[in-house]
T-cell receptor
Framework: NAGVTQTPKFRVLKTGQSMTLLCAQD?????MYWYRQDPGMGLRLIHY???????AKGEVPDGYNVSRLKKQNFLLGLESAAPSQTSVYFC??????????FGPGTRLTVL | GENVEQHPSTLSVQEGDSAVIKCTYS??????FPWYKQELGKRPQLIID?????GEKKDQRIAVTLNKTAKHFSLHITETQPEDSAVYFC??????????FGDGTTLTVKP
């Protein structure tokens, strides 16, 4: 089992560009999450999904969109990147509403 | 929404000493309280968790206590070792596994 994987691992964007981060899990988990982690801060929830075809807003959803067309994949989109979106992005999944299994993270820099 | 405060932000101990990290939460509906350890450049990983119907849980050198009335929970690490050095995050979880994280505690264990 690969667990939770994220693509890409690193990315540099210019202000205004768009991109999609892919999260994939092979554990058949129902719940999936996208977080951002900034220096000196904890993980802040961007969006989450409680099952295929569902999405919901977290604490900091502005500037991001998500889709969960397949149970194993959760996509995070940035339509028009801004320097404030420079961060490390973590995806996570869980079978039920308890322990979350995290991916390795994506380091995004917006110039 | 939920608010989680974590203290201290940094903690330095001698090898063999104990370390205690405390968190408070605001939403009385929170019912699951995990603790994650994050080593530098790595993903967060669960080290211990507790549910709202339990007051204390122990796993070898690690223990967690929960006081629902006061809305606080604590992580206790005994006989600390250099490999315990990391950032520790607490979280409070409501429905759908929606977790709010503390800002983290950087623990340094000096040999």
């Amino acid at each position: 089992n690969a667990g939770v994987t994220q693509t890409p691992k690193f990315r540099v964007l210019k202000t205004g560009q768009s991109m999609t981060l892919l999260c994939a899990q092979d554990m058949n988990h129902e719940y999936m999450y996208w977080y951002r982690q900034d220096p000196g801060m904890g993980l802040r929830l961007i969006h989450y999904s409680v099952g295929e075809g569902t999405t919901a807003k977290g604490e900091v959803p502005d500037g991001y969109n998500v889709s969960r067309l397949k149970k194993q994949n959760f996509l995070l989109g940035l339509e028009s990147a801004a320097p404030s979106q420079t961060s490390v992005y973590f995806c996570a999944s869980s079978p039920i509403a308890d322990e979350q299994f995290f991916g390795p993270g994506t380091r995004l820099t917006v110039l | 929404g939920e608010n989680v405060e974590q203290h201290p932000s940094t903690l330095s101990v001698q090898e063999g000493d104990s370390a205690v990290i405390k968190c408070t939460y605001s939403d009385s509906a929170s019912n699951y309280f995990p603790w994650y350890k994050q080593e530098l450049g790595k993903r967060p990983q669960l080290i211990i968790d507790i549910r709202s119907n339990v007051g204390e849980k122990k796993d070898q050198r690690i223990a967690v206590t929960l006081n629902k009335t006061a809305k606080h929970f604590s992580l206790h690490i005994t006989e600390t070792q250099p490999e315990d050095s990391a950032v520790y995050f607490c979280a409070a979880t409501v429905n759908a596994g929606k977790s709010t994280f503390g800002d983290g505690t950087t623990l340094t264990v000096k040999p």
